[in-house]
């Protein structure tokens, strides 16, 4: 057992907004922790703190080595073996022990790397990080590219590990994979024992007494000011008595009208240090605001029907079996399937795209669909010509993710330099802004923060919108879906 001990920390990047600020934690290399907080709140820049990567003020202490996933592979034209090979030494049993732990088969040791899925790959990945020996391991989203099963697989296996920080949104995952939660708060950066749930139950209940406190010295600060208003008046009031008129003795008047003004500006300075005393004592409650929503109904109730849909690449193998099924209003279908089974391209298909597809579907010619897809990393350049090019109101767009907790700083910068998680709010809230009938959401909760995640629940169980969506995470699944849509692959390799 070792300590990884962090005294005094702040840190800021060129000219922004402090992440930090004098941060004193002690972290048990021992603990699996789970690191949570809104996006662009910290999460990973302070794993690149831990890593060295980047330059703080204060002190960071870290007695063991330090291992870091996802890696950065610039060639993946190699076999998976040579890949795993150059990043760590490793026996070659020992590589096979861990994937065959992540239900991974050996058969991909000698495929080039680049022809494995997106969650094959995370899998792959995560085996070689856990083959560094007495390293303190820190893991950034491992299930962004996994299915429901594959998060399954993912937190059984973490759940027989041990000395980690393990960034997650998956509140299933860090329930089943984690006996501390670091989070990092607007104000504050705290550390408890427990799994997520414990967090949440603790939060819940501080969340419930803050409100209360905070509406209090609210109210209190009100009456201070009022207060401070009304002896700022009267002094006033005092001092152009004595340029009145008649017979009166204008020195006496000036000199008890300035005592009073004295006496008066030194209550204010009391009242107003007081106030901002109290101020300080606003408590660290997280803003979850509502969002809404528009949409728009169809002249029909039937809004979408599909039968025996196939769709197939040059391969001219089929994707999935054959399905059949329709969309009514109000129905939110979850498009449910293992990695690579073509959920994607079935919702590409309902968008209009152009893909290869047998069999028959009807989308009215005047049904209006707004499409969120999966992948945002194409986001790029100013927010402005974002706005411009989707046709959507700015101020709304801007509103919806300060709700969903975008730093208003950030709305400058290039779109580029935005974190994955800020990319996907970008794509949400501007879905969220068009007036449509129909919502198809591939994947809307990657890479997007817990508290997030809650307000999307809310929204769509207040204004039950059209939506046909494809989403991992168990708990919105099983909570907002209405339908469920299973494509069974047609081959067993798929």
């Not at 610039?74 to 076999?79: G, Y």
């Amino acid at each position: 057992m070792a300590i990884i001990n962090i005294v005094n920390m702040s840190f800021a990047y060129d000219g922004g907004t402090p992440l930090f600020s004098n941060i004193s934690l002690k972290i048990d290399t021992h603990w699996k922790l789970g690191l949570i907080g809104r996006n662009g709140r910290g999460k990973t820049t302070l794993l690149r703190l831990l890593l060295g990567d980047l330059v703080c003020d204060g002190k960071i202490d870290i007695p063991v080595p330090v291992g870091y996933f996802p890696y950065t592979v610039q060639d993946k034209t190699p076999s998976t073996l040579e890949i795993a090979e150059q990043i760590t030494n490793f026996e070659l049993w020992q590589f096979e022990r861990e994937l065959s732990l992540l239900e991974v088969s050996g058969n991909i040791l000698m495929r080039p790397f680049e022809t494995l899925s997106d969650g094959e790959q995370s899998k792959v990945m995560l085996a070689v990080l856990f083959l560094n020996d007495n390293h303190f391991l820190l893991i950034d989203e491992p299930t962004n590219h996994l299915d429901l099963e594959g998060r399954n697989i993912v937190g059984n296996y973490l759940n027989k590990k041990n000395g980690f920080i393990l960034v997650s949104h998956d509140r299933t995952l860090l329930d089943r994979s984690v006996d501390h939660i670091l989070s990092i708060n607007r104000n504050s950066v705290e550390l408890m024992q427990g799994n997520f749930s414990t967090w949440q139950c603790n939060q819940n209940y501080r969340e419930q007494f803050e409100d209360a406190e905070n509406n209090r010295l609210k109210k209190e600060v009100r009456r201070l000011q009022e207060a401070t208003r009304q002896s700022t008046e009267w002094s006033n009031k005092t001092e152009k008595e004595k340029y009145g008129h008649g017979p009166v003795d204008r020195g006496f008047i000036g000199s008890k009208a300035a005592k009073i003004m004295k006496h008066a500006k030194s209550i204010e300075n009391r009242k107003q240090k007081t106030i901002e005393q109290k101020q300080l004592l606003f408590k660290n409650t997280e803003i979850t605001e509502k969002l809404s929503i528009m949409p728009i109904r169809f002249h029909s109730t039937r809004l979408i029907d599909l039968e025996n849909i196939f769709v197939q690449y040059n391969d001219g193998i089929p994707l999935f079996d054959g399905v059949t099924f329709s969309v009514e209003a109000g129905d939110r279908v979850a498009v449910c399937g293992r990695n690579g089974c073509g959920k994607s391209s079935l919702l590409k298909l309902i968008a209009g795209q152009d893909i290869p597809y047998q069999g028959y579907y009807c989308v009215p010619k005047n049904l209006t669909i707004s499409y969120l897809p999966q992948n945002a990393s194409f986001l790029r350049g100013s927010m402005r010509d974002f706005i411009i090019q989707r046709q959507i109101d700015e101020s709304l767009l801007k509103t919806i993710l300060h709700k969903l907790g975008f730093p208003r700083d950030d709305y400058e910068n290039d779109m580029s330099d935005f974190s994955a998680g800020q990319k996907k709010k970008v794509l949400l809230a501007a879905s969220l802004c068009e007036q449509v009938h129909l919502y198809l959401w591939d994947e809307p909760l990657n890479y997007i923060d817990i508290i997030s995640r809650t307000q999307i629940m809310n929204l769509l169980i207040e204004y039950h919108p059209t939506l046909i969506f494809v989403e991992h995470d168990k708990i919105f699944l099983e909570t907002i879906a209405t339908k469920k849509i299973d494509l069974l692959t047609t081959t067993s390799d798929r």
